[in-house]
């Protein structure tokens, strides 16, 4: 059903066929995928999903790339049992969706996922990456969990949490260029805060000509005037992860 203001420009994108390489568990009421590295580590990395939710084959693949450069990757399912958004859905329902799936009510999952990592997977130094309404949550963590030592929020959607800025610990923002749901006035006054309050290392990137969600949703042989910059936001989201943890 067509809605004029769609209060979210999130299609699926381009859907990857992928299975992925690492497994499902339960973590006490958490459903997760998990992927872990060749070579043992104690450095593992929360990959929190977007309102597609923790199966699209997408964010599995983001997880394994994790892996494939030496974390321990996991994707708990943060809307806990409730059914992610799809694309067929009417866009005017969104809104009423969105008020039980709160980016700023996971601290519960997120204590029981580091406890899971701490406890089973030997992890002593745990980072947060997230897309969208992931990113989004990505900001809430880095504002009041301190047992996280770094994040990368991945067009987080700033509206969430858009007069909070002391962050805890040292997070990279990622925003495009050309998003419909994240303008460009918004990303400057978040810069703005971030200078005024915050202590902690920090850096926001704004990728040329990118839509949302072009790290993770979009294909390199579909898109292959974006190649470059999906290949950056992912190098310069390692990147990252590899200098804070």
């Known amino acids: 059903m067509a809605n004029e203001s769609r209060p979210c420009p999130c299609d699926i994108g381009d859907r990857f066929d992928y299975g992925g390489r690492g497994r499902e568990v339960q973590v006490e009421h ?11 580590t104690d450095e ?3 990959v929190i999903h977007d309102i597609f939710g ?8 983001m997880a ?3 892996a494939a450069n030496g974390y321990i990757a996991i994707c708990p399912d943060f809307f806990v049992g409730q059914e992610a958004w799809k694309p067929s859905n009417d866009w005017a329902s969104f809104d009423v969706w969105l008020k039980t799936r709160n980016a700023g009510k996971i601290d519960k999952e997120v204590d029981v996922i580091l406890k899971y990592l701490s406890e089973q997977c030997g992890a ?6 997230g897309f969208c309404w992931g990113g989004a949550a990505v900001q ?4 009041k969990n ?5 994040g990368v929020s991945l067009y987080g959607v700033i509206r969430f949490f858009e007069d909070r800025s002391s962050l805890l610990h040292p997070t990279f923002f990622i925003f495009a260029e050309k998003d419909d749901y994240i303008p460009l006035e918004q990303v400057t006054v978040l810069e703005q805060k971030l200078k005024q309050n915050c202590k902690v290392d920090y850096e926001v990137k704004i990728y ?4 949302h969600g072009f790290v993770h949703r979009k294909r390199e042989d579909i898109n292959p005037q974006d190649k470059p910059y999906i290949e950056e936001g992912r190098k310069d989201m390692i990147n990252w992860l590899n200098k804070y943890l």
């Open 124 to 129: 002593k130094k745990i980072g947060v990456i």
């Open 146 to 150: 301190p047992h996280l030592k770094t």
């Open 30 to 40: 958490i459903k997760a995928y998990v992927c872990k590295p060749p070579a043992s």
């Open 64 to 66: 394994d790339m994790l």
């Open 140 to 143: 809430h963590l880095m504002l």
């Open 44 to 46: 593992a990395v929360v």
């Open 54 to 61: 923790w199966q699209l084959p997408n964010t599995r693949y």
């Open 208 to 211: 040329p000509g990118q839509t």
